[in-house]
DNA sequence: CATCGTTTTGACCACGAGGTCAAACTCGAA
DNA sequence: TTCGAGTTTGACCTCGTGGTCAAAACGATG
């Protein structure tokens, strides 16, 4: 996908239109307009509540524009996946970069982690979507994990082996698991046996120490 | 939907006079086939593969027929849904019952989990689906995740307190997250960077043995 | 055979999805 | 003022969805 190509068109107007293409320019508001009510909306209700009107009609444009700018809606939702991934590791990357001992550097990372779930409430539900019903985004999560992953790899290659059941790979997968389970099991566990609001503060706090306790309890047993 | 039901209220009311009930007999081959087309599709394709149409289709059946057996696609959907929590919850119940110390019995009731996801492999994507979209199944869920919950409390009762970051709720939905989670990442961590297939025997015995591990850790931290 | 309740069918409906398109509009440059 | 490229609109298309319904087929019972 060469966005810079299209974006010279405008030099060969009154030419002819060999390569006849469309020029619509992404950087218009009403494409933003777009971009953002999509986002807005995916927070909201989830990737089912987005659909070409549902869009169009938040951002107070004409549903032929998604078109128009984003071809389809498949392309508008990549570039809002994007977005929200790229945030997501921009947050964890600069964790991993951190100094201090191998605890220390794993807890900053699992409380970056956290922040950035409980900031973006909608996340967990997002890609848990998109992984367990097989989306038409699925490369787009494969991609993604696929960096953070090496990330952790590179993070406990001093205690994991390269393979074989303690290999960094099962940590992370299993550390991930236990983050962001929480936030997709939440509203199912507040309406009834969880006591509290799972999304409250002393319920977040004490998630939070619940998943410290455990990667200790790993590296703990790591370190023999 | 609201509307259309109350016409069809009226009409029905006016032209039969009492309680028009419908008696569909459900014990009837074609309403079990149907069941069972349902039961398969969701295995093979997800709640995403659902639709009346296709399940009538596989069941080599008028299309109506659901309706007239069923009442809905979501009550068949439910029915289906239904009979595979039993199935889960039957056997994790007997793994539950299960004696020796604690650790043996935890041990056992992963291997008894994990058993089941090996062999209904769709079951993890169909919850996590649920959970994950708010789907029209959740308080299905949610019971089932219920009934699960207490058994986890019960048997952890002697090692974990009753509140805090060490409850057994916490417990269980780790637990449960490294689980299934596995299963619902297998297919994306399958194509690239995991190496061999997440689903073949070696790389599920290891992912097991991961999963002892795992548990082990958290059961020797807990001794203290 | 005739009857009557149950079962089965296929045509049909409304709706919302993604997507297309020609016509209308906008607005800066010639 | 005219032109034309880029933009915007609304009508329209096809498809698949859940769901309805009248009529036909079936099956036991009188």
Redesign the pocket.
Known sequence: MGEAAAKQ??AR??AE?KAGE????RS????QALLDAAEALLAETGYE????????ERA??????????W??????FEQVLERYYAAHKASLAESFAGEGSLRERVHEVIDVYLDFMETHRAYARIVQQQVSSGGPHVGLVRRHLSEVLGMTTAMLAEVTPESGPLAARHFHLSLSAVVINYFTYAPILGEGFWGTDPFGEEALAERRAHVHWVVDAWLAALER
Do not use: I, M, Q
């Open positions: 068109e405008k107007g009154s239109g469309r020029t619509p320019d218009n508001p009403r494409a509540g987005l659909s070409a009107r549902a869009v169009a107070g444009v004409n549903k032929g524009l998604v078109f128009y700018y071809g389809s809606t498949a392309e508008l």
